[in-house]
């Protein structure tokens, strides 16, 4: 086992009188290698700003060649892919496989045996190299930062033996991250396995009703935009409505006298269930975790079942799986915009059986909930851990 222990390299050891300052194009280079023709070159897949995910050195997404790219940027396994664009957005990876790149990211290689390779992607993720991408970057709608000013960037470089320490104990957290990863990954097929055999096609011994015969209230939010911006109240819409949760920290705020007037007719509560009805999120769904009032705009729903027929809970899981989410989909119509209309969810039909087994599926499913909830705060734990580990270089 790896110990984390951070005695042998932390800077008030004696050894960081070692460590020497340099700067990053003094070991970094850039990797200038193209291809014209990547499918001719062997080459299966090409890889985008879009295709990385914030604080993941995994390359999780990918385009395949075949079906055409403009991209010539050769990448080879081991080297760094840093997005220089929106560099605040913080995607760094490192290649497992070979392909092409967008521009929008910089092919970064250690220079000579000075920097170890697997030092570098660390290196990159540490905070004190961020603030200089985001420091150096110019543009306003599209910020990038270019390789003369990231070259730049000073940091202490320990010696090889102290490097070789910091990579064992910063891969060591990143293989147990990529563990976690593929458990929550696990979890979510098992929840959504539960799912379809709780309400594929097959089961049709189970009883359905339109919602508009198991609920007590289907509406939706204010049909016109509010004349205040600053108030008590929160204005949520449809980009709050995440798959699966609310999300409450991008909302606007109204008036009192503007939010009572929208709350006479749209009187969301505490577990009604929310679904986005307009454009590209219609069928997002999400259960009201708020107690205090807000507002609503017309692009979301709220459902409130009778509890004598259909439990919220039961509901919202029904709406959130692949199942419910065709079912509902199915109904979306529109050209230009797409959207559900109201007459079209109170018609929604949904699998309603015993209380009792509404209860049962309902406790399935919070227990598969609980358990990525807590791989997720594991993730998030250890992805810390590593960022304060890559944060001691910067500290010499």
Not at 161 to 180: F, G, K, M, P, Y
Not at 355 to 377: D, K, M, N, P, Y
Request: hydrophobic share 35%; proline share 4%; with cysteine.
């Amino acid at each position: 086992m790896v110990s984390l222990s951070p005695k042998p390299w932390m800077p008030e050891v004696a050894v960081s009188n070692r460590w020497t300052r340099v700067a990053f194009g003094d070991v970094v280079k850039l990797s200038g290698e193209r291809s014209i023709d990547p499918e001719k070159d062997g080459f299966e897949r090409y890889v985008g700003l879009d295709h990385l995910d914030p604080g993941d050195l995994k390359i999780r997404r990918w385009g395949e060649i075949s079906d055409g790219t403009t991209f010539t940027s050769v990448f080879r396994p081991g080297h760094v892919l840093f997005g220089k664009r929106r560099a605040y957005q913080r995607k760094v990876a490192v290649a497992s496989f070979g392909g092409v790149c967008s521009s929008d990211l910089y092919v970064l290689e250690a220079k000579d045996s000075r920097l170890l390779s697997e030092l570098l992607p660390y290196i990159c993720q540490s905070e004190g190299f961020f603030e200089h991408a985001i420091g150096t970057s110019a543009g306003s709608l599209s910020p990038r930062t270019n390789w003369d000013s990231l070259a730049t960037y000073e940091f202490a470089l320990p010696p090889l033996d102290e490097q070789r320490r910091i990579s064992t104990a910063l891969n060591a957290v990143r293989s147990t991250l990529e563990t976690l990863h593929q458990v929550a990954t696990q979890a979510a097929l098992a929840r959504e396995s539960y799912a379809s055999c709780m309400w594929s096609d097959s089961s049709r011994e189970t009883p359905t009703h339109r919602l508009l015969e198991v609920c007590n209230k289907v509406q939706d939010g204010t049909h016109f935009s509010p004349r205040t911006t600053t108030g008590e109240y929160r204005y949520v819409t449809s980009k709050n409505i995440r798959d699966g949760y609310l999300d409450l920290r991008d909302t606007g705020s109204i008036s009192k006298d503007e939010h009572e007037g929208i709350y006479k007719r749209a009187d969301v509560r505490f577990g009604d269930v929310l679904l986005t009805k307009d454009g590209a999120n219609a069928g997002n769904v999400a259960m009201n975790s708020v107690e205090e009032p807000f507002s609503l705009l017309s692009s979301v729903a709220f459902i409130r079942p009778n509890p004598r027929m259909l439990l919220s809970q039961y509901l919202f899981e029904y709406l959130r799986s692949l199942f419910g989410r065709a079912k509902v989909l199915s109904h979306v119509s529109g050209s230009a915009i797409t959207r559900l209309t109201l007459i079209q969810i109170r018609n929604i039909e949904v699998p309603t059986p015993s209380l009792a087994e509404q209860t049962t599926a309902c406790e399935h499913f919070v227990a598969f909930e609980r358990g990525i909830a807590l791989t997720r705060s594991r993730i998030n734990s250890l992805s810390e851990l590593r960022l304060t580990i890559a944060a001691e270089i910067n500290r010499k």
